[in-house]
């Protein structure tokens, strides 16, 4: 049991390390890919395109007729004169707030793992059978009123309710996934 439980926890705990690893990375690929150039400001001086021709680009980007327009020539207005570049252009990195790839990783498998390390206590101290099954659905009840109650505060609903509906879906889980072992004859015998 207490090797079982270790496995699950390292394997889910990887998983969602990797996961979360590749989510993070393809989003700020994608961010990064639809970023325009920081120099492409300065080169609607050299096109030669009209107000009109600049609002149907923003209609097709999806902005309103009005807002299209309105934007195209706020853009064309501040070109004027053109001043020639002063040197390189410094490239922020705007996306930040996406985190990178191997911070989320780490994070993800270490909350996995320090949840998913409660289920288990029990057996590494020790306890076997029906009283261990006990302590670890007790820890693990706590632990998701806990979660919940805290989710509840920080979104500024109720602890209570949040509390009981992070117990009801964490138990509802842990149900369908030991019905779910016993219709694939993996429990014990």
Known sequence: MLLSGIAGLLAGALSMGAGEYVSVRSQRE?????APHPEAGRAVADLDVDANELALVYRARGMSEA????????????????HPSTGPVTVTDDHEAVGNGLSAAVSS?????SGAIIPVLPFLFGMQGWAAIAVAGTLVGLALLGTGAVV??????????RAFRQLAIGFGA????????LLFGTGSA
């Open 109 to 113: 498998f270490l909350f996995f793992a």
């Open 152 to 161: 509840g505060v920080l979104s500024g609903a109720s602890p209570g309710k």
């Open 67 to 82: 807002e299209a327009t309105e934007h195209a020539a706020h853009v064309l207005s501040g070109i004027g004169e053109r």
């Open 30 to 34: 994608l961010l990064e890919a639809s």
């Open 174 to 181: 842990a149900v369908v996934t030991y019905a779910l072992g």
